[in-house]
């Protein structure tokens, strides 16, 4: 079974970050919610709680397959400051594993240098981020070398989707995406 680790930051989106939980564990896949400090209980852009499982400082890399990041800005931002997100992300990339980032989170990845050319995010994000390859609405999710990346909270499903295609399979894939209606998310 793959294991997922999705940092939480007050500010975050959580749309996306809930979507991702929730999508990745249908599929099958192990999700480890880690908060950026000790307090366990983590506010959401819109003042959802959610209670992540580990602080980030505690979270081993290497027993992990991949890296989440939801957007949101204040969320964002502070994965972009954390010492120990940025750490796991350089060492995640330096090993070819699988980083994936929607919304406003490319921006961290930018951040760490681990973005690659081609990148989707919020419109707009992009003028923070600052770098060539934005691929705008071209499609849901953009995928370069071991980095996915996606729009928002719209996107959500087709993201963490993709997600389950990469780490769990097609047919995993296909069994999630038709039991949450999500028939519209194709050619991920």
Known sequence: MSKVLVPLANGFEEIE????IDILRRGGVEVLVAS?????LV?????????ADAEIKSVDSETLDMIVLP????????????????????????????????????????????????YTCYPSVEDEIKREGYQGDSSMVVHDAN???SRGPATAICFALAIVKK????????????GVLATYCEDL
């Open 36 to 40: 950026l400090d000790e307090n366990s």
């Open 71 to 118: 957007g949101g800005w204040d969320g964002t931002y502070a994965l972009a400051d954390d010492a120990n997100v940025q750490k796991i992300l350089k060492k995640m990339d330096a090993k070819g594993k699988n980083i994936a980032a929607i919304c406003a989170a490319p921006y961290a990845l930018n951040r760490a240098g681990v973005l690659k050319e081609k």
């Open 147 to 149: 980095i996915m990346t």
């Open 43 to 51: 506010k959401g852009a819109n003042n959802i709680v959610v209670q």
């Open 17 to 20: 970050a809930v979507t991702i």
């Open 167 to 178: 780490l769990a399979g097609e047919d995993v894939y296909k069994s999630v995406r038709l």
